[in-house]
């Protein structure tokens, strides 16, 4: 083996188990899906996980300042027809009980033990998730604002990559491997 294709091939194991590493270390699950809804100026996102994973990332557009986090969840299940919400109303508020999208569904209300079966509500307004100590009718969105529901589990939200994350891990993988046929090809052509 020859010096230039030992040197690309230890940068590919690098970038390959960096990349591996991140991938890992950044979520639980996998996004299954994203979705635009509605228009507008005012812009946040709700994300939906799953107990097996799966997770779905909603990114909302409003007009107006009045809108709530469960105006969202309203507005995707009447903007989608693979998605379906079930939920309680009570004197307190709205339990969320049950979301079904493209095959995913989870069902609980918290009476099963250990008591962790229901829809738990979290939101980062800037920073880190944090688990919301108010119900989603309380919550007064404002653009910018992540909110997320994870069913049968108090962990935070899966990690979800940047929009640019997948399409730049793919194209540097590819620029790895183009690079190393060309180095190969040169390395060949010297003997």
């Known amino acids: 083996m020859s010096l230039p294709t030992f040197v690309v091939s230890v940068r590919s194991a690098v970038f390959a188990s960096s990349v591996s590493a991140s991938i890992a270390g950044a979520s639980h699950g996998a996004l299954i899906a994203t979705y635009e809804i509605g228009t507008g100026p005012s812009a946040a996102s709700v994300q939906i996980d799953q107990e097996d994973g799966d997770g779905y990332l909603f990114n909302i557009h409003w007009d107006g300042s009045a809108y709530s986090s469960w105006n969202t969840l309203v507005d995707i299940d009447a903007a989608l027809g693979n998605l379906s919400l079930q939920y309680d109303t009570y004197s307190w508020g709205i339990l969320l009980t049950g979301v079904s999208i493209d095959g995913d569904s989870d069902y609980g209300t918290g009476d099963l033990w250990p008591i962790k079966n229901y829809w738990h509500f979290w939101v980062r307004d800037s920073g880190s998730w944090e688990w919301a100590m108010f119900g989603a009718t309380d919550r007064a969105l404002f653009s910018g604002a992540h909110d997320a529901w994870v069913f049968g589990s108090p962990s935070a939200p899966q990690s979800i990559p940047a929009p640019g ?27």
Do not use: D, K, Y
């Open 165 to 191: 994350a997948a399409g730049f891990t793919l194209a540097s993988a590819g620029a790895c491997r183009a690079l190393r046929r060309r180095v190969r090809t040169t390395a060949s052509r010297v003997r």
